[in-house]
Structures are given as structure tokens and as C-alpha cells.
């Protein structure tokens, strides 16, 4: 059984950055697939960015490709993702998840096995 846990949300203005940490424990984290989805107030969760079990290949959602970063370090059992030139909406709860799942399907959060508690973002305007 993994557990995931999620750090460094918090409260920035637009055009500032943060970056978010997941941290697992309990199972060999360098196997999974890890992904970052993020769920506003009155939305469902949706896919941010992933990232295979070797760091080898990311993928990202549309909105924000070319500011977010993805990345893993399997050393430390930790995945995260950098958030660049942030915008109002971005604002959500986000959520870190691991799994066994191929490329192809990273970005559904079905897929996914072990999930983190969530990290408020909030970006201010």
C-alpha cells in the first residue's frame, strides 16, 4: 500500500510560482506512474500532468503546458510538479496519484491506485 502526501500549495499572486511535492511511502514508488490532477469548487477532477515510473516521458494538459514541469526523483520517492506564471485559474485543490499504467492512459484519474490528501492553490489576481 502507498501513501502519498502533498506539500507546498498555498497562496500566490498572478504570474508567481510554486512548486509541489508528493512524497510516498509504503510500496516501491519507482515502479509507478505518478500523475497531478487538480479539482476546483463545483468541478470534477481533471488531469494536470504525468509522468512514467523512469521520468523518461511526460504528459501534460493543454492549459498548462509550457508553464507547469513535471518531475520525479525515484531516490527520494518524491514526484512534482513546478507551476510558472500562474493564473487565477489554476486555483484548486491538487491532488497527486500513483499507479501501474501505461502511457497511454495517464491522463484518466480512473486509473489511478493511491491518491494523496490534496494541496490547496490559490492564486490571487
Known amino acids: 500500500q502507498v501513501q502519498l502526501v502533498e506539500s507546498g500549495g498555498g497562496l500566490v499572486q498572478a504570474g508567481g510560482s510554486l512548486r509541489l511535492s508528493c512524497s510516498a511511502s509504503?510500496?516501491?514508488?519507482?515502479?509507478?506512474?505518478m500523475g497531478w490532477f487538480c479539482q476546483a469548487p463545483w468541478k470534477e477532477r481533471e488531469f494536470v500532468a504525468a509522468?512514467?515510473?523512469?521520468?523518461?516521458?511526460?504528459s501534460y494538459a493543454a492549459s498548462v503546458k509550457g508553464r507547469f514541469t513535471i518531475s520525479r526523483d525515484n531516490a527520494k520517492n518524491t514526484a512534482y510538479l513546478q507551476m510558472n506564471s500562474l493564473k487565477p485559474e489554476d486555483t484548486a485543490v491538487y491532488y497527486c496519484?500513483?499507479?501501474?499504467?501505461?502511457?497511454?492512459?495517464?491522463?484518466?484519474?480512473?486509473?489511478?491506485?493511491?491518491w494523496g490528501q490534496g494541496t490547496q492553490v490559490t492564486v490571487s489576481s
Open positions: 509522468i512514467t515510473w523512469s521520468g523518461g516521458t511526460t
Open positions: 496519484a500513483a499507479g501501474s499504467i501505461p502511457f497511454s492512459e495517464m491522463k484518466y484519474a480512473y486509473q489511478y491506485n493511491y
Open positions: 509504503g510500496g516501491t514508488f519507482s515502479v509507478y506512474a
